[in-house]
């Protein structure tokens, strides 16, 4: 529900699949699902007809997916996405790759510079996935191409995901398909960040804004006073920046207040509500703490 370059970061993922002729989406949740429902209460998200999966406990990334694609019914091949990956990758041209490979799944792939964060998905000419290593060390990789988080599924993957119990795709549904070579893979190099991070984040919303890093993404109502500074940041609404504050590289939540001559750097964020003193110096500081 973050706002990236303004709009929310839930919507900017619906409305990408809504770009490639999907018209109904399920959303699988756990953590706090009222946000959502509270926030589209007629049922539509980004332009489309959305529906909620919502976990009793949490059952991991194929778990979720047996769990939602089961109480929505589905019988045919299907996309799903990771909701904290905003990408512009051509989901049709991948959709269409699949369906020309007799694949049972398809991964999109993005070339990253430190794959040791991610699945790395070395393939072969064919574009075959020959291993799916989570995470290797840094070094390790076979290459940079990493799983986008971007999936084209056929109804049998679901019937290969253990009921009644977490199960990551990662570590074993997609494995298993490699064994039997039915896993495929397509690389991208269109727009893909991972905004899991203060970092990530705050890079989604300047380049979706259009602006370069030196720039700031300002929210509705923010307060900026006489002499403050805000590079490299992101300004939810309501916040205040007093006189000569400084804002580097940091988030500020909404209707937080940056008291006078206060320097707030280094990745900082800044909760909801909460108020950073005149004259303090936070550098990669948490406040509230309990909010990291």
């Excluded at 549904?173 to 984040?201: E, H, N």
């Excluded at 964020?269 to 108020?275: L, R």
């Amino acid at each position: 529900m973050l706002p990236v370059a303004g709009v929310p970061m839930i919507e900017r993922v619906v409305g990408h699949l809504a770009r490639h002729g999907i018209d109904r989406v399920v959303l699988s949740m756990g953590y706090r699902p009222d946000a959502f429902l509270d926030a589209y209460p007629d049922g539509r998200c980004g332009g489309v007809e959305v529906e909620y999966a919502v976990e009793s406990e949490p059952l991991d990334t194929a778990g979720a997916i047996r769990f939602a694609a089961r109480r929505a019914g589905f019988d045919d091949v299907f996309v799903v996405l990771n909701g904290d990956v905003i990408t512009e990758i051509d989901i049709s041209a991948v959709v269409k790759f699949h369906a020309s490979h007799g694949a049972s799944a398809t991964l999109a792939l993005t070339p990253v510079d430190d794959p040791s964060r991610f699945g790395v998905v070395p393939t072969d000419e064919d574009g075959r996935v020959v291993a799916f290593i989570e995470k290797p060390g840094p070094g390790e990789a076979p290459t940079n191409l990493i799983n986008a988080g971007v999936y084209v599924l056929e109804p049998s993957v679901i019937d290969r995901i253990p009921d009644g119990r977490r199960v990551s795709i990662e570590r074993e549904t997609f494995p298993q398909l490699v064994a039997d070579r039915s896993l495929f893979a397509l690389a991208s190099d269109a727009t893909w960040i991972d905004v899991g991070t203060p970092a990530a984040y705050i890079e989604a919303n300047l380049t979706f804004a259009g602006v370069g890093p030196d720039a700031a993404v300002v929210g509705h109502g923010v307060r900026v006073d006489p002499g403050a500074c805000i590079t490299g940041s992101v300004v939810l609404d309501e916040a205040v920046i007093a006189a000569d504050a400084v804002v580097r590289d940091s988030i500020i939540g909404r209707r937080a207040v940056i008291g006078e001559g206060a320097i707030v750097e280094a990745l900082s964020v800044i909760g909801d509500g909460a108020i950073v003193p005149p004259g303090a110096h936070l550098t990669g500081a948490r406040l509230p703490e309990e909010a990291a």
